[in-house]
């Protein structure tokens, strides 16, 4: 028996010893605490015992006799107004995943505190992990919480009208930092049952058999489900090549490949249950490397071979141009597989709903792509599967694939019962595409006054055992080769290749992130040869509007990577230990590839509900919305309400990716708002009940393979300048970030945004890593090289806009992606200037951060 206090109250415990963090979530129902690694890495489940912040999945019931134990719900009602308030205030709330905790370690600090400084702040929270806020906004919030403490100062009652360019409190902003907002582990449903796949022990080896005997002696096993029980078993997001579960006499292809599912009663014995089926196999060798891969002799991972996809740009005559140049490098790049690492680990609870149908609600990044995945899976007609999303953890491009949701369906369809599938941390880390590892070799041309005169790029990208969305990233990796720069010979050979690695596939920047390192880093060598600094070679070939882009299209009026460096001007010559980068990401799919966002504004009981299936992981689109609908219509937050993603009350507004929702939903509801608008001059909203206004916007676009003279690949781009400053030990000192992403819509969220990309990007320039040994993971979530709070510099975030505005969705672009991109070339160029070292792979060696690979 185990006797301990929470949230004040007495608790008599006289069952099995068990970790904190299971008992709060599962036998008190206390979900604010959230289960983010469980390996004492993340600090998600932060509680307080006894006054001090302590991971709550580290200690065991059977270490807390007598204690305190304070969760977020234990807060007073006025730690709780304090805490949501200047959380919402400062913009410290993104995908609100880790948000609970940091504001248990704030308690711990203040209670003791009341004057923090800000080293203070940043050692309290050292021990927790955030993806989204890079930190600063966080800072911000707790040093505010310490001043309302400190001076017994009421809560504002201020209000905020949700208006563009304005700071603006997000709508979830509230639940997610007490923790009463919904993630998908944090459903209970009375007779759930838990299930869980058995992965493959080898890269590759074919399965012989698969023997049950022994865990269906087990009181808790329910039911085994095999490749032979799925309907249709091969799944893709684009290309179907992705098996559901790997049937006997198949030949597996990673290590996160799922074998069979199991069912349990309960989640405790999930994993001893898998412990006792018995896989046999006949091993194979595994292929671990692009060359292996293209050798001869390579046997075919995939029935047509192991290419996924070619991408051959021509515009001009990149040799030409090259052979007759009077500067020219040449240079081969390398950058490594990378993990998202976002707080949430996947999870997907379905349940059986009408006839023959499934209930699935989810956190990824769209739930049409799941219904459409699902449904074909079932041989159902997408009608049936009802797709429903919760509150997102975070995602950066690593929730856009079947992970478990198509596991929790099937079980679902198949026993007729609610069913829970969720990853564990290792487990999320094995399955789910990572960044592509990319081998860049580039040649870079220019004249005597440093104009770009050609560019030529072979690029090699690793896509891992499947698909994924391989080909788009390579596609847009080798379209973003040239930079922000104008040149108009340019030549791009790419090829996405498998491997028996773990599939590569989205994450921030989408293929970007990798040729910008190499285009930067080219551009820095010509300079040293022309005798100019770094900064004055991108001026001199930076886009402006009227330039004709290597891709063909026309830059237009909004073009602002010039003010972007104009922005940057003075830091960087300030310091010899500065380095320098751009960028430039499109916002939306583009290529000819067809894209829309759709939204409808329904009236109902006097109040404007906003439905899209726009998913938001953290970037803040319920937000973006309801400012779009007050600036086009001039309501007030009291007269709206942004529903939930549910693909039977809200529209298919495609995936959150391509840093395309604030465009494409954004002109939707502006569209559907103007058509509210004019019936708001003659009518009040009371008088318009029941009816429905609807919106969608379609970009038109020319595909790759266009013809024509000047191509539009895409509606919009945004564009970034960084400078990334070291100091005199070679340390991060300062990052100032200018980004162009034309009208601000929400000013707390868009810094936050561009504070956390540059943070992530800061990671993939020194830190960040995911090792592989002969196709097995060497990694674990503590050990990924994620910066921490005490790490990051001061960020100075610069907002800038081109000469001109678009006319689609009142000016905005995108900048989710964007603000990553340019941070690991600018790192780089600094650490060249710092020691005259000239790296050429990700992550940086021989810097203060990470020593040379032995």
């Given at each position: 028996?185990?006797?301990?206090s929470?949230?004040g109250?007495?608790?008599?415990?006289?069952?099995?010893?068990?970790?904190?963090l299971r008992f709060?979530?599962?036998?008190l129902?206390?979900?604010?605490?959230?289960?983010g690694?469980?390996?004492?890495?993340c600090?998600t489940c932060?509680v307080?015992?006894n006054?001090?912040?302590?991971k709550?999945?580290?200690?065991?019931?059977s270490?807390?006799?007598g204690?305190q134990?304070?969760t977020?719900e234990?807060?007073?009602?006025r730690?709780?107004e304090?805490?949501?308030?200047c959380f919402?205030?400062?913009?410290?709330v993104?995908?609100?995943?880790?948000?609970?905790?940091?504001?248990?370690?704030?308690?711990?600090?203040?209670d003791?505190?009341?004057?923090?400084?800000?080293?203070m702040?940043k050692k309290a929270?050292?021990g927790?992990?955030c993806?989204?806020t890079g930190?600063?906004?966080?800072?911000?919030?707790i040093l505010?919480a310490?001043t309302?403490?400190?001076?017994d100062k009421?809560i504002?009652t201020?209000?905020?009208?949700?208006r563009?360019?304005e700071k603006?409190?997000?709508?979830?902003a509230i639940?997610?930092?007490?923790?009463?907002?919904m993630?998908?582990?944090?459903i209970?449903?009375?007779?759930?049952?838990?299930?869980?796949a058995?992965?493959?022990?080898?890269p590759?080896?074919r399965?012989l058999s698969?023997?049950?005997?022994?865990?269906q002696?087990?009181?808790?096993?329910l039911?085994?489900?095999?490749?032979?029980?799925?309907p249709?078993?091969?799944?893709?997001?684009?290309?179907?090549?992705w098996?559901?579960?790997?049937?006997?006499g198949?030949?597996?292809r990673?290590i996160?490949?799922?074998?069979?599912?199991v069912?349990?009663?309960k989640?405790?014995?999930l994993?001893?249950?898998a412990?006792l089926?018995?896989?046999?196999y006949?091993v194979l060798k595994?292929?671990?490397?692009?060359e292996e891969?293209l050798?001869?002799?390579?046997?075919y991972i995939?029935?047509?071979?192991?290419?996924l996809?070619v991408e051959h740009?021509?515009?001009?005559?990149?040799?030409?141009?090259?052979a007759e140049?009077?500067?020219?490098?040449?240079?081969?790049?390398h950058?490594?597989?990378?993990?998202?690492?976002f707080?949430?680990p996947?999870?997907?609870?379905a349940l059986?709903?009408?006839?023959d149908?499934?209930l699935v609600?989810?956190s990824?990044?769209?739930i049409y792509?799941?219904q459409?995945?699902?449904?074909?899976?079932?041989?159902?007609?997408?009608?049936?599967v009802?797709?429903?999303?919760m509150l997102?953890g975070g995602?950066?491009?690593?929730k856009?694939?079947?992970?478990v949701?198509?596991h929790?369906?099937?079980?679902a369809?198949?026993l007729?019962?609610?069913?829970?599938?969720?990853l564990s941390?290792?487990?999320s880390?094995?399955?789910h595409p990572?960044?592509?590892?990319?081998d860049?070799?580039?040649?870079t041309a220019?004249d005597?006054q440093?104009?770009?005169t050609?560019?030529?790029?072979v690029?090699?990208?690793?896509t891992?055992?499947y698909?994924?969305?391989?080909g788009?990233?390579?596609q847009?990796?080798?379209?973003h080769a040239?930079?922000?720069?104008n040149?108009?010979?340019?030549?791009v050979l790419?090829?996405?290749?498998y491997t028996?690695l773990?599939?590569?596939?989205?994450f921030?920047?989408?293929?970007?992130?990798q040729?910008?390192?190499?285009v930067?880093?080219?551009?820095?060598?010509?300079?040293d040869?022309?005798?100019i600094?770094y900064?004055?070679?991108?001026?001199i070939?930076?886009?402006?509007?009227?330039?004709?882009m290597p891709n063909?299209?026309?830059a237009g009026?909004d073009t602002?990577?010039?003010?972007c460096?104009?922005?940057?001007k003075e830091?960087f010559?300030a310091?010899?230990r500065?380095?320098?980068?751009?960028g430039f990401?499109?916002?939306g799919?583009?290529?000819?590839?067809?894209?829309?966002?759709?939204?409808?504004?329904?009236v109902?009981q006097?109040v404007?509900h906003?439905?899209t299936?726009?998913?938001?992981?953290g970037q803040?689109?319920a937000?973006?919305?309801?400012q779009?609908?007050?600036?086009t219509?001039n309501l007030?937050t009291?007269d709206m309400l942004?529903?939930?993603?549910d693909?039977?009350r809200?529209?298919?507004?495609?995936?959150?990716?391509a840093?395309?929702?604030t465009v494409?939903?954004g002109e939707?509801v502006?569209?559907a708002?103007?058509?509210?608008r004019?019936q708001?001059?003659?009518?009040?909203l009371i008088s318009?009940?029941?009816?429905?206004?609807h919106g969608?916007y379609?970009?038109?676009?020319d595909?790759?393979?266009s013809t024509k003279k000047?191509?539009?690949s895409?509606?919009?781009?945004?564009?970034?300048?960084?400078?990334?400053?070291?100091d005199?030990?070679?340390?991060?000192e300062?990052?100032?970030?200018?980004c162009?992403?034309?009208?601000?819509?929400?000013l707390q969220a868009l810094t936050?945004q561009?504070?956390?990309g540059?943070v992530?990007g800061?990671g993939y320039?020194?830190?960040?890593?995911f090792?592989l040994?002969e196709?097995y993971l060497?990694v674990?979530?503590?050990t990924?090289?994620l910066l921490?709070?005490?790490?990051?510099?001061?960020i100075?975030?610069?907002?800038v806009?081109?000469?001109?505005?678009s006319?689609?969705a009142y000016?905005?672009?995108?900048?989710?992606?964007l603000?990553?991109i340019p941070?690991a070339?600018?790192?780089?160029?600094a650490y060249f200037?710092f020691?005259g070292?000239?790296?050429t792979?990700?992550p940086?060696?021989?810097?203060a951060y990470r020593?040379k690979k032995q």
């Amino acid at each position: 028996m185990y006797a301990f206090s929470v949230n004040g109250k007495s608790i008599t415990y006289d069952g099995e010893d068990k970790k904190l963090l299971r008992f709060l979530r599962e036998d008190l129902q206390l979900t604010g605490t959230k289960d983010g690694c469980s390996e004492g890495a993340c600090g998600t489940c932060t509680v307080l015992i006894n006054g001090v912040k302590t991971k709550a999945c580290v200690p065991s019931l059977s270490k807390l006799e007598g204690k305190q134990i304070i969760t977020i719900e234990g807060l007073s009602e006025r730690e709780a107004e304090i805490y949501s308030y200047c959380f919402a205030e400062a913009g410290a709330v993104q995908c609100g995943y880790c948000t609970p905790g940091m504001i248990l370690c704030a308690k711990s600090l203040i209670d003791t505190e009341k004057n923090p400084t800000q080293e203070m702040v940043k050692k309290a929270i050292r021990g927790n992990i955030c993806r989204c806020t890079g930190y600063k906004k966080i800072e911000e919030a707790i040093l505010l919480a310490a001043t309302f403490f400190r001076e017994d100062k009421p809560i504002p009652t201020k209000i905020e009208h949700p208006r563009l360019n304005e700071k603006y409190r997000r709508t979830d902003a509230i639940e997610k930092a007490l923790g009463t907002g919904m993630y998908t582990d944090d459903i209970r449903i009375p007779g759930m049952v838990y299930a869980k796949a058995v992965r493959s022990a080898y890269p590759r080896a074919r399965v012989l058999s698969i023997d049950a005997t022994e865990a269906q002696k087990h009181p808790d096993f329910l039911h085994l489900i095999t490749a032979r029980d799925v309907p249709q078993n091969i799944l893709g997001h684009l290309t179907q090549d992705w098996d559901v579960l790997i049937g006997q006499g198949t030949v597996t292809r990673y290590i996160g490949d799922a074998i069979c599912l199991v069912v349990s009663k309960k989640w405790e014995t999930l994993n001893e249950l898998a412990s006792l089926i018995k896989i046999e196999y006949e091993v194979l060798k595994p292929i671990l490397s692009i060359e292996e891969a293209l050798s001869d002799d390579a046997p075919y991972i995939h029935e047509k071979g192991n290419i996924l996809s070619v991408e051959h740009i021509v515009r001009g005559n990149a040799d030409s141009a090259i052979a007759e140049a009077k500067h020219v490098v040449k240079r081969t790049y390398h950058t490594p597989y990378t993990e998202h690492a976002f707080m949430e680990p996947e999870c997907a609870v379905a349940l059986p709903e009408g006839e023959d149908g499934v209930l699935v609600y989810t956190s990824s990044q769209s739930i049409y792509d799941e219904q459409h995945e699902i449904s074909r899976m079932l041989q159902l007609p997408p009608e049936k599967v009802h797709c429903h999303s919760m509150l997102v953890g975070g995602g950066f491009g690593g929730k856009e694939d079947m992970s478990v949701q198509h596991h929790a369906a099937l079980v679902a369809w198949i026993l007729k019962k609610p069913v829970k599938v969720k990853l564990s941390r290792q487990e999320s880390l094995s399955v789910h595409p990572k960044r592509h590892p990319m081998d860049i070799e580039l040649t870079t041309a220019c004249d005597d006054q440093g104009r770009l005169t050609g560019m030529k790029a072979v690029i090699l990208a690793n896509t891992g055992a499947y698909a994924s969305l391989g080909g788009p990233v390579l596609q847009r990796a080798c379209t973003h080769a040239s930079g922000p720069y104008n040149f108009q010979n340019f030549e791009v050979l790419g090829k996405a290749i498998y491997t028996n690695l773990v599939p590569s596939g989205a994450f921030r920047g989408f293929g970007v992130t990798q040729s910008c390192f190499a285009v930067e880093s080219n551009l820095n060598l010509l300079a040293d040869e022309l005798g100019i600094d770094y900064w004055t070679i991108r001026r001199i070939n930076a886009l402006k509007n009227g330039d004709i882009m290597p891709n063909g299209q026309i830059a237009g009026p909004d073009t602002g990577i010039i003010e972007c460096l104009e922005a940057v001007k003075e830091d960087f010559f300030a310091s010899k230990r500065a380095g320098i980068a751009c960028g430039f990401k499109n916002s939306g799919v583009g290529v000819g590839v067809p894209d829309t966002g759709r939204c409808i504004l329904s009236v109902e009981q006097g109040v404007v509900h906003i439905r899209t299936s726009a998913a938001c992981m953290g970037q803040g689109v319920a937000t973006m919305c309801m400012q779009m609908l007050g600036e086009t219509c001039n309501l007030e937050t009291s007269d709206m309400l942004v529903e939930r993603p549910d693909t039977i009350r809200t529209p298919d507004s495609g995936t959150s990716t391509a840093s395309r929702q604030t465009v494409f939903t954004g002109e939707a509801v502006k569209r559907a708002a103007l058509q509210l608008r004019k019936q708001l001059k003659k009518n009040s909203l009371i008088s318009l009940e029941g009816q429905e206004f609807h919106g969608e916007y379609t970009s038109i676009t020319d595909p790759i393979t266009s013809t024509k003279k000047n191509p539009v690949s895409h509606v919009a781009y945004s564009y970034s300048a960084q400078v990334v400053t070291l100091d005199e030990n070679g340390k991060l000192e300062h990052v100032t970030a200018a980004c162009d992403v034309g009208t601000p819509v929400n000013l707390q969220a868009l810094t936050g945004q561009i504070e956390g990309g540059v943070v992530m990007g800061l990671g993939y320039g020194l830190t960040e890593d995911f090792p592989l040994k002969e196709g097995y993971l060497d990694v674990k979530y503590g050990t990924l090289g994620l910066l921490r709070s005490t790490d990051v510099p001061e960020i100075e975030v610069k907002l800038v806009e081109g000469p001109q505005k678009s006319p689609i969705a009142y000016g905005v672009k995108g900048v989710g992606e964007l603000c990553t991109i340019p941070t690991a070339p600018a790192c780089q160029n600094a650490y060249f200037r710092f020691d005259g070292k000239f790296r050429t792979s990700l992550p940086l060696e021989e810097t203060a951060y990470r020593k040379k690979k032995q």
